[in-house]
């Protein structure tokens, strides 16, 4: 079996030394992994579902959360609002998820009259999020029955105070800024929005998953964390620059009223009383041992020591883009995500596509993360982009990631991005009409799907042994932008499911 799974890991994208720019949180430090392994090795037989039965389990989380809540600057008495406290949670989604979920139930509570008059207009309170928040905030409002409503972002991906302010009102019930946004690494405005939220007697949610464990320690970031009076809560994921292993992340709260309302709690049934924190019922203890070796090994010198090598690596990376002609970093990332993005200030022969750029650093054995362009409500288009997530051994590839990028720019430099008006015509060809005329879009069937996909370029053999990944993804993405999100939705669901259909 061993033999076997050793084979299989062997077709998959390295996890360690610095090749794979995003999904993998490297510090380099070998002797952190082996930690996180013995601890979550000693842990692996319990269920963290009940921390009474299993003591370890409350003690290893009261002291994470002390960890995290001096990191993000919620330990002092005298902060309004209560002490914070909070929870471990399996994931970013999963803190996300129940952030929303807690503000929306006070929410409710507060504003009973209100909820009625909603329903009856077939209204829903809203979630109020820039353009450029995670999409797990997204999935949050589908699974709690609250309406997105995403504040759009200038072509930079910046989003203003001012749009935020736009927003407000009685019917939200919680309004997210990101401590960075992923797709640019851009902190939103939080002093200013949490400060508005707080005057409409808001709730209002920094995500800090991607930066919650290197912006405590960056050089000049203003305030964003706990310090900001009209911050009710915020998410910091351990499973990235905590560099634990996946399945770990934190969601603090201002207030044991806050967080006690993130509890789902049941006496009616007639087995064992039902008190959970979180989303899940049983729930490994492993994640938590790890994340909690590691932040006592590191200590608040060890995050600083890691930190200060994203800060450099992010400079460098930052500033070689700059030499690069046709491409440029989008916006103005503080924190290790940079997005690169095509300099259409220059003629079509000097522009680089990212997409293409992606592709063709993949040859060197780099990875970077292709992020598709989209048009917002206000017609503003963000651009298609490549993301890099920078982490602290990044800082030993960038002899080699530096020249790898120039000289993949150079090799795509002046070719045009993939024109999905051909594999459109292909589309009708299949017959299938996207749209409808004047009415919804038609989601495809799982058979459509596929075989749209399949005009995409999907089932090549660059993915890998009875993969159906396409070697190529600059094609797939340029159609997935063109085609309806509905549909877009569909085929890359499609391809998802198909990779891991028996
Ligand atoms: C800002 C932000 N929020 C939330 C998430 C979701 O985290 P996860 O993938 O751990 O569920 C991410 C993941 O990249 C993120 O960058």
């Known amino acids: ?46 269920n963290a579902l009940d921390p009474t039965t299993f003591p370890s389990v409350a003690a290893m989380e009261r002291e994470l959360i002390a960890f995290m809540r001096k990191a993000l600057n919620g330990s002092a008495t005298k902060l309004g609002g209560g002490p914070v406290v909070g929870s471990v949670t399996s994931g970013g989604t999963e803190s996300c998820l129940l952030a929303v979920k807690t503000a929306r139930d006070l929410w409710r509570a507060e504003h009973p009259e209100l909820a009625a008059q909603l329903a009856r207009a077939g209204k829903r309170p809203r979630l109020v999020t820039a353009a450029t928040a995670h999409a797990a905030f997204q999935k949050a409002a589908r699974l709690f029955d609250l309406d997105w409503d995403p504040v759009p972002c200038e072509a930079d991906g910046s989003v203003r105070a001012a749009a935020f302010e736009q927003r407000l009102g009685a019917d939200v019930a919680l309004v997210v800024v990101s401590a960075p946004a992923y797709p640019t690494g851009a902190i939103d405005p939080i002093a200013q929005v949490a400060g508005a939220a707080k005057e409409f007697g808001l709730s209002c949610h920094v995500d800090a998953c991607f930066g919650g464990l290197v912006l405590p320690w960056w050089p000049a970031v203003d305030p964003w964390d706990f310090r900001v009076a009209g911050v009710t809560s915020i998410s910091a994921d351990l499973h990235k620059f905590g560099y634990a292993p996946k399945g770990v992340s934190v969601l603090l709260h201002r207030g044991r009223r806050r967080h006690r309302a993130q509890f789902f709690a049941t006496t009616s049934w007639p087995g064992y009383p039902v008190v959970n924190p ?41 500033r070689e883009t700059s030499t690069i002609r046709g491409l440029n970093v989008w916006g103005a990332p503080t924190g290790p995500s940079v997005a690169l ?162």
Request: hydrophobic share 40%; net charge neutral; charged share 20%.
């Open 341 to 502: 993005v095509t300099d259409t200030g220059l003629p079509e022969a000097d522009q680089v596509d990212p997409h293409h750029l992606a592709d063709e650093l993949a040859r060197s054995g780099f990875r970077i993360q292709h992020q598709p362009g989209f048009t917002q409500a206000n017609g503003v288009r963000l651009p298609h982009t490549a993301h890099l997530t920078i982490t602290p051994v990044t800082e030993q590839t960038l002899p080699e990631l530096v020249p790898a990028l120039k000289a993949a720019a150079d090799a795509v430099r002046g070719k045009p991005r993939a024109n999905p008006r051909i594999e459109y015509g292909a589309l009708q060809a299949l017959g299938y009409a996207p749209k409808r005329e004047g009415g919804p879009f038609r989601v495809p069937s799982p058979d459509m799907a596929w075989r749209i996909l399949k005009i995409a370029g999907a089932g090549g053999s660059a993915g890998g042994k009875g993969s159906s990944l396409p070697g190529r993804l600059a094609p797939l993405m340029a159609l997935a932008e063109k085609l309806p999100a509905p549909v877009a939705e569909a085929i890359l669901s499609e391809l998802l499911a198909r990779v891991s259909e028996p």
């Open 278 to 318: 979180t989303l899940l019922g049983s729930k490994p203890a492993s994640p938590l041992a790890a994340a909690w070796a590691i932040t006592k090994r590191l200590g608040d010198g060890g995050y600083a020591r890691l930190t200060a090598s994203c800060v450099r690596s992010a400079d460098t990376i930052i």
């Open 1 to 46: 079996m061993l033999a076997a799974l050793a084979e299989l890991r062997a077709g998959d994208a390295p996890t360690h030394g610095g090749r794979v720019l995003s999904y993998v949180y490297d510090s380099g430090l070998a002797e952190l992994d082996e930690l996180a392994r013995d601890a979550a090795e000693l842990t692996r037989p319990l």
